[in-house]
Every structure is written in structure tokens, then in C-alpha cells.
């Protein structure tokens, strides 16, 4: 069946300009992450949405970073006025969302970020 | 603080072995710890996943380890084949939404 996908693949972007990554997740999963990935590194957790409550946004690391959810379905990352240290790897995921159990999670592709 | 670390950065295997991939966590409050191999230009893919109250999960040709005593995961891939290339994550899952993950230790295969 589908996975998550993502896109674009490849984003260039200049300092300053704003840039929008999506993400539509596996059909049925409640659960959807971003995560930033520098090269060479781990993942790191930015923001997680579950059904219809409150997004938790701990991970984001300014307020330049904002993430959208319509329908509990297709999500957007949103970067305004980036900067060339926002260059990475936008991992985007979906689980069930199960509460109690493990629930696994299922990547995207990713979207590669690059400010010049 | 919290983390989730490796003991080395790359590892290179004759194909055909046996490949140990190591973690260390600090944090023992969590709820499960899952293996991540990524490959060049895709996203983490989940490989095996293993719950605080277990010590041993086996799977095919990968089995973990989790001691809680040194607070050590272990990921064993037994006969290393050419596509198991690839970076391997452990990482520490507390709560829906929070899982850390470590920096990675990238598997090479010497035909």
C-alpha cells in the first residue's frame, strides 16, 4: 500500500525566503511527526500531531517554525524567513496512533533543504 | 539529561558475518526502544522495536538486546548481506510523542 510521502524532494531556497513541506501520511494513521535531520545526524523531533488535540510543538526551534494539520490528514512545515543553519533532511512520519501499545512509525522520503 | 548515544560511528563487516551495532541511553523511564536502518536518500525504516520489560527480541536475521542494568541495546544482524548497508538508529520512545534518537552508526559490508 502507499506510505507517507512528501514534497518536493528537493527544495533551494534563499536566505530570508519563506518555504512550505508537505506531507501526507499513511491513510487511517491519526499520528503524524516532522523531524529535521542534519547531515550526518539523528533525527530530531520537532512536532507531533494526534487526532484532533493539541499539537505538541516542544520541538520547534523558533518561532520561524510553524506546522499545520487540516482534516487530520495532509500536513504542512512552514519556515519563514529561513536562514542557511534551517539546511536539512524534513523527515515527516505516521503511526496509529495508539495509546498503551507500541506504534511504530513510518517515515516519509524526506525533503532535502537547502538555504543558500 | 537525557540521551541516546552510540559506542562507534561506523562499523565495516565481511559479508557473511555476524554484525553487533551497540546503543547506550541514559534515561531509564521509557516505554520501548526500536532499531532504525536508514538508507542513502530514504527515511528511517523500522526494523525491530523491543518493550523496558523485555531482554532479548528476536526477529528475522536481527535479534535486540536490552540491558536495563548498564543501560546497553544491542542490534545483532546475523549473515550481513550488501543491503543491510546502511545507517542504524536505536532510539528511546517514552511517549507518543517523544522519541530520541541517536546520532547513528553506519554499517559497511567488505565483499
Known amino acids: 500500500g502507499a506510505g507517507v510521502s512528501q514534497s518536493p524532494s528537493n527544495k533551494v531556497t534563499e536566505k530570508g525566503k519563506d518555504v512550505e513541506l508537505r506531507c501526507d501520511p499513511i491513510s487511517g494513521h491519526t499520528a503524524l511527526y516532522w523531524y529535521r535531520q542534519s547531515l550526518g545526524q539523528g533525527l530530531e523531533f520537532l512536532i507531533y500531531?494526534?487526532?484532533?488535540?493539541?499539537?505538541?510543538k516542544s520541538g520547534l526551534p523558533s518561532d520561524r517554525f510553524s506546522a499545520e494539520r487540516t482534516g487530520g490528514s495532509v500536513s504542512t512545515l512552514t519556515i519563514q524567513r529561513t536562514q542557511q543553519e534551517d539546511s536539512a533532511v524534513y523527515l515527516c512520519?505516521?503511526?496509529?496512533?495508539?495509546?498503551?501499545?507500541?506504534?511504530?512509525?513510518?517515515f516519509g522520503p524526506g525533503t532535502r533543504l537547502t538555504v543558500l | 539529561g537525557e540521551s541516546v548515544g552510540l559506542h562507534l560511528p561506523t562499523l565495516s563487516v565481511q559479508e557473511g558475518d555476524n554484525s553487533i551495532i551497540n546503543c547506550a541511553y541514559s534515561n531509564s523511564a521509557s516505554d520501548y526502544f526500536i532499531w532504525y536502518k536508514q538508507e542513502s536518500g530514504k527515511g528511517p525504516q523500522f526494523i525491530i522495536d523491543i518493550r523496558s520489560n523485555m531482554d532479548k527480541r528476536q526477529g528475522q536475521r536481527v535479534t535486540v538486546l536490552l540491558n536495563k542494568t548498564v543501560k546497553h541495546l544491542s542490534l545483532q544482524i546475523a549473515a550481513t548481506q550488501p543491503g543491510d548497508s546502511a545507517v542504524y538508529f536505536c532510539?528511546?520512545?517514552?511517549?507518543?510523542?517523544?522519541?530520541?534518537f541517536g546520532s547513528g552508526t553506519r554499517l559497511s559490508i567488505r565483499p
Open positions: 532510539a528511546e520512545n517514552k511517549s507518543a510523542s517523544k522519541i530520541i
Open positions: 500531531f494526534q487526532g484532533n488535540s493539541a499539537p505538541d
Open positions: 512520519a505516521s503511526s496509529l496512533g495508539l495509546a498503551g501499545v507500541t506504534d511504530t512509525q513510518y
